[in-house]
């Protein structure tokens, strides 16, 4: 789960991280009230939850409560890639004499948490990582151990940060270990970190992606997520347990297993096919979550076709056939159908699936090959 600007940085500034003078607002006079209290300049700060706003025109400077205002009005009327803009952080500006980037990630192939920084902060980080990686200082943080004293300290003679500023990047950097581990963060950045023209050094922007496999551990995080950021059927996917991301295709999936809803989906490719969801139902899923699923799957209008590929094991063969048929019986569509089923309770499954329309097919290959004709034939 991705958390907004504004929720990352009262995050960082319980940890003591210096963070801008500012509050989040909906409305262009909400805005204006903001800049009066605030002292000018300030910047208005599109909240959504992609990265390059800035780029995008989302981050404006304004000289006075009216501009304020008057670029509010703009930027809650924009859409940054695909996303409205519906909340804007009103900010006392800085004077920017410096831009650095710091962040902390989780390396899979060293399996520890990895701090990186970089003296080429701002919004052209990600062309730093690919034309110049060594400009980016990475330490790994021992887990048991966490951030030591003395690794700040090189990330801080590594970014040849000036030395008066030292003391607060280690307050910073200890902060920033400190909210990603005790949030359960898969990623926690500050971009840009900046040396003020009144040579101080504050987080501008911040962000933290959490785990959501830890969120049961933080209801009060779990409540910030902003649910007119995601797509209905995700949130709808959430509530019944499923693991669900939509994509671009036509053909639906439904397939109980996450890594077998991978090979699903790169079947379908192989035979000249797109997915229209990841689609996992998990282990011993009820008919009752899979009739949920069936409906999510239909409620996207490109879907032409659907593919379940269900291999039975504590997953019950009639229990999914059971949820196929309950949805069907709420939902009249017309869109065809093909079925892979094997594995335990698999003949119960098919005798109950005869009495639905269903295309079955004895193997993932020929279920896959089926659901791309139909698609192909229909788009
Ligand atoms: P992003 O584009 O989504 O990463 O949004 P950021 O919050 O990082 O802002 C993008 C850029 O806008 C920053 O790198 C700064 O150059 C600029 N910016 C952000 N806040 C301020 C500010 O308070 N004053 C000034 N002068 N520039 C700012
Ligand atoms: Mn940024």
């Not at 239909?298 to 504590?314: E, M, Q, T, Y």
Request: aromatic fraction near 4%; proline fraction near 4%.
């Amino acid at each position: 789960m991705k958390l907004h600007e504004y929720q990352s940085k009262l995050i960082f500034a319980r940890y003591g991280i210096p963070i801008p003078k500012g509050r989040v607002a909906v409305t262009a006079g909400e805005v204006k009230q903001i800049a009066e209290e605030l002292s000018c300049p300030v910047v208005v700060k599109s909240q959504v939850l992609v990265g390059g706003r800035g780029k995008a025109g989302g981050i404006r400077v304004a000289r006075s409560p009216q501009e304020a205002e008057e670029l509010a009005r703009q930027i809650l009327s924009m859409e940054i890639k695909g996303l409205p803009v519906r909340k804007v952080l009103v900010d006392e500006a800085a004077t920017i004499d410096k831009e650095i980037y710091l962040g902390i990630t989780n390396d899979r192939a060293a399996r520890r948490p990895v701090m990186m920084a970089s003296a080429a902060g701002g919004v052209d980080i990600e062309e730093v990582a690919r034309t110049d990686p060594s400009k980016i200082i990475k330490v790994h943080i021992d887990p048991l151990l966490g951030l030591r004293d003395y690794q700040a300290r090189d990330i801080a003679g590594g970014i040849d940060l000036p030395r008066d500023h030292w003391k607060t990047f280690g307050i910073i950097a200890h902060g920033l270990w400190q909210a990603y581990r005790d949030c359960d963060a898969t990623l926690a950045e500050i971009n840009p970190l900046v040396i003020t023209s009144t040579n101080r050094l504050i987080a501008l922007d911040g962000k933290m992606v959490l785990d959501d496999n830890a969120l049961f551990r933080h209801p009060d995080l779990a409540e910030m997520r902003d649910l007119d950021e995601e797509a209905a059927s995700e949130t709808e996917a959430r509530k019944y347990g499923l693991s669900f991301i939509k994509l671009d295709g036509n053909i639906g999936c439904l397939v109980n297993g996450a890594g077998l809803a991978m090979t699903t989906m790169d079947i379908i490719k192989l035979f000249g096919g797109e997915p229209a969801n990841f689609l996992d139902i998990g282990g011993g899923a009820n008919s009752e979550k899979v009739a949920a699923a069936l409906r999510i799957i239909l409620s996207d209008p490109n879907v032409k076709a659907v593919l379940f590929n269900v291999f039975g094991g504590i997953t019950r063969g009639d229990e999914v056939a059971r949820g196929i048929l309950s949805a069907l019986n709420d939902i009249k569509t017309n869109v065809p159908m093909v079925t892979r089923l094997v594995g335990t309770n698999a003949d119960e499954g098919r005798q109950i699936l005869a009495k639905a329309q269903m295309i079955t097919a004895d193997t993932l290959v020929e279920a896959a090959q089926k659901a791309v004709a139909i698609a192909n034939a229909t788009a």
